[in-house]
């Protein structure tokens, strides 16, 4: 266990890649969106307003996430961590950073409603139905969201120091045949009512833990390959 939280330890070393720059993209978007909302409501229009932009962040931590294995994988073999401490710490740094970034959700979403969107009428963190089941869920779903995208990078960054880029572009272009197929079988089917039906049956608490499965699948596939791939 003390070698696991020695990997923590050097993943977080440069604070710049899991702290600061996730703090910084998630500053931005608020800033900029709060502007939006401003420019809106100071020109007489009506209504909530709403934005993606709580998405920047998020999608970062797919950055974040083959940067923890790009920068510093080398750097822990030369240091005789095994490969298994390696993603069991790297693993753990990226639950404690998600939480992180789930308990500033939360508390900005708390703020939000309470202030009827900061005077503006306009939702940055409590957005519609992920907010609409409650502050807690809400706080689980940007969490297990967050270590998806951390665990997608990492995934890709293994298959890209094992394979080569080669591989890694005929991966993604293969899931993404399988996702555009998926897409065309249902759409032949006229299976969209069932499957919008099936969605609103399982609940938020049903997608959420649909996203946490997800994100578990992908990290027990990234392990195998992690152990043959060369610094």
Same mark, same amino acid.
């Given at each position: 266990m003390n070698r696991i939280l020695k990997v923590v330890r050097m993943q977080l070393t440069n604070k710049q890649t899991f702290v600061w720059v996730p703090l910084i993209v998630l500053g931005g978007a608020f800033a900029l969106s709060l502007a939006v909302y401003g420019i809106l409501y100071s020109a007489g229009v009506t209504g909530a307003f709403y934005g993606g932009g709580a998405q920047a962040p998020l999608w970062y931590f797919a950055v974040i996430g083959a940067q923890a294995l790009t920068m510093t994988f080398p750097f822990s073999q030369a240091m005789s961590v095994t490969r298994r401490e390696f993603f069991l710490g790297t693993m753990l740094t990226a639950v404690l950073t998600a939480a992180m970034l789930a308990v500033i959700f939360v508390i900005g979403g708390l703020v939000e409603t309470a202030t009827?969107?900061?005077?503006?009428?306009?939702?940055?963190?409590?957005?519609?139905?992920?907010?609409?089941?409650?502050?807690a869920l809400a706080g689980l779903f940007y969490f297990v969201l967050a270590l998806l995208f951390f665990v997608s990078g990492f995934w890709g960054a293994t298959i890209f120091k094992r394979f080569g880029t080669l591989?890694?572009?005929?991966?993604?272009?293969?899931i993404a045949a399988v996702i555009v197929l998926a897409l065309f079988a249902v759409t032949r089917m006229d299976a969209w009512p069932s499957v919008v039906d099936w969605f609103v049956s399982i609940g938020f608490g049903g997608i959420t833990?649909?996203?946490?499965?997800? *994100? *578990?699948?992908?990290?027990?596939? *990234?392990?195998?390959?992690?152990?043959? *791939?060369?610094p």
């Open positions: 009827g969107g900061w005077g503006l009428n306009g939702y940055f963190f409590a957005v519609g139905v992920i907010w609409e089941s409650g502050a591989w890694l572009i005929v991966t993604l272009v293969a833990l649909l996203v946490a499965g997800i *994100a *578990a699948v992908l990290a027990a596939i *990234a392990f195998p390959t992690l152990r043959r *791939a060369t």
